[in-house]
């Protein structure tokens, strides 16, 4: 309901700002805010909602019909004074309009969350080289995700699209010295038959801190944070043991599944959790490879699919939707 009334505000101040008379200004009002309008038939759930959420939920439709008033008024009351003042004949200057991606926006929400956590925004190149991509990351050369089959070689056996993000986090231990933290959100590419869940082109959104004295209870703070801030302050989480070669020990990290209140469904495979991330300690070997002594300093690094937390949010059922020029799919 945040979302569509997110979504509401911004359509109706955009068809607002493009409105060309009066008429067509009390035909947006009656739209938006009439006895049938949009913001009137969501009001209308709000007994289903709790407490809580109609606090939160109710401010949010206050500022959205306050904006959507404001507008209305101010543009009527400039339409008056330029037709007072000012030839309407004159051809005027179109008004552009334009919307992020989904994608875009749900990685600005959570580049805000981890700046606010005192991580900075990094970005690294696409296509990358063997020793960037795999060796730097403890995979070594008879490792299953070098196959061929998952890899997309431009020039093998060196030169290739890369397979995830976390060759970022190797260029960054290999060209900044502790202390340091970072996020990196970006494109990556794999061998894949394209369905409803996957695609040979994807985003990542991933994380790594560098410094002394860091242990798994600052992993662990961190992501808690980030999960209650982005998916609200009600959501559980859980973090289980799972094998990465980057990291040392590996962990998974799930959260409750918002479609079923951990009851069961289709969505969660009737486990009541949904896997979010990957995350652990970054492996000493790691830090060995570009001369950062383990010893003295420790970090820990994550990864998530951007993709599958952006149709979580936007509650798409298609990742194919995310690429396909749909405007449906506008927020």
């Known amino acids: 309901m945040k979302n569509k009334l997110i979504n509401i505000k911004n359509e109706a101040l955009a068809m607002i700002m493009g409105a060309s008379d009066t008429s067509e200004l009390e035909r947006l009002r009656i739209n938006y805010l009439g006895k049938n309008g949009s913001l009137t038939q969501i009001a209308k759930d709000f007994k289903d909602l ?27 009351f400039n339409t008056r004074k330029v037709s007072e003042n000012i030839d309407q004949t004159l051809p005027g200057k179109p008004v552009r309009v334009g919307l992020m991606h989904p994608i875009s926006a749900v990685a600005r929400e959570m ?93 990542q959104y991933e994380g790594i801190a560098v410094g002394e004295n860091i242990t798994m209870a600052n992993l662990k703070s961190t992501l808690e944070t980030f999960i209650h801030m982005f998916f609200g302050p009600e959501r559980k989480s859980r973090f289980r043991c799972k094998y990465y070669p980057q990291v040392e020990p590996g962990v998974g990290v799930d959260i409750d599944c918002q479609f079923c209140q951990q009851k069961g469904c ?13 995350a652990g300690m970054i492996h000493p070997n790691m830090f060995r490879m570009v001369g950062i002594d383990p010893a003295k300093y420790s970090g820990f690094a994550w990864g998530m699919g951007l993709d599958r937390i952006t149709m979580s949010r936007y509650k798409l059922n298609d990742i194919r939707a995310l690429f396909n020029g749909n405007l449906e799919y506008k927020i």
């Open 50 to 76: 709790s407490s809580e959420e109609k606090a939160d939920i109710g401010r949010i439709f206050s500022e959205a019909k306050s904006a959507i008033e404001n507008a209305l008024d101010e543009i009527k």
């Open 111 to 203: 580049n805000d969350i981890f700046r606010y956590l005192g991580f900075s925004v990094a970005d690294g190149p696409e296509i990358e080289d063997d020793e960037f991509n795999y060796n730097r990351l403890n995979l070594p050369k008879d490792h299953p995700a070098r196959d061929l089959q998952d890899s997309l070689y431009i020039k093998e056996p060196d030169i290739l699209l890369r397979t995830h993000t976390s060759s970022l986090e190797a260029h960054i231990l290999a060209t900044h010295k502790p202390p340091f933290r970072f996020v990196f959100p970006g494109k990556s590419y794999r061998y894949e038959n394209v369905s409803a869940s996957n695609h040979m082109i994807f985003f």
């Open 266 to 278: 289709s969505v969660c495979k009737n486990r009541g959790w949904v896997e979010m991330l990957g």
